[in-house]
């Protein structure tokens, strides 16, 4: 029999890293005292364009963070990049939260707070300014950031969806 040689595939997938945005702690008072719970808000991503965001709960905080990286592996959304930066302006909304992702020459960085910056980062954008009006909680503002770069179009695909070349 012939052996076939292990066949690479064509593109060479970037390992996924994860972060954990935030842990919430929630208390039940029961008979014996307070029993605590735990939820976490995890981002996923692979610095190239693919970034997820996810969100478990458990009685233990590894448990929950082990299940919102699960969550965040099946939520991954690819995200149009123009070199280190998005293709234009987008505003990213949330119920309560309004996140406007502005694009910024090399070199800026990501300008954002902590909970918008971990879905960047982790989406491959290197420079960014952003700015969040209305609610600052980091679920909304998480969640936020992933629509407004799932609203994100490069030029392709606006020529795409038009039938004409744009210039």
Not at 28 to 48: E, N, Q, T, W
Not at 49 to 78: C, F, Q, R, W
Not at 123 to 134: F, I, P, R
């Amino acid at each position: 029999m012939a052996t076939e040689p292990s066949r690479k595939p064509e593109h060479e997938e970037k390992p996924l890293e994860d972060t954990v945005v935030k842990i919430y702690r929630c208390a039940k008072v029961v008979k014996g005292g307070r029993r605590f719970s735990f939820a976490a808000l995890v981002a996923v991503g692979d610095r190239a364009g693919n970034v997820g965001i996810g969100y478990g709960k458990a009685n233990e905080v590894p448990l929950a963070v082990e299940k919102g990286m699960k969550d965040a592996k099946k939520s991954m959304h690819t995200i149009p990049l123009v070199g280190s930066t998005i293709p234009h302006k987008v505003i990213g909304r949330f119920r309560a939260t309004k996140v406007v992702l502005v694009p910024a020459s090399p070199g800026t960085g990501v300008i954002a707070g902590s909970s918008a910056r971990a879905v960047l980062e982790y989406a491959g954008v290197h420079d960014v300014l952003t700015k969040v009006y209305g609610s600052t909680s980091a679920k909304n503002v998480v969640k936020a950031t992933l629509d407004g770069l799932k609203r994100l179009r490069n030029k392709e695909a606006i020529e795409a969806l038009r039938g004409v070349a744009v210039s």
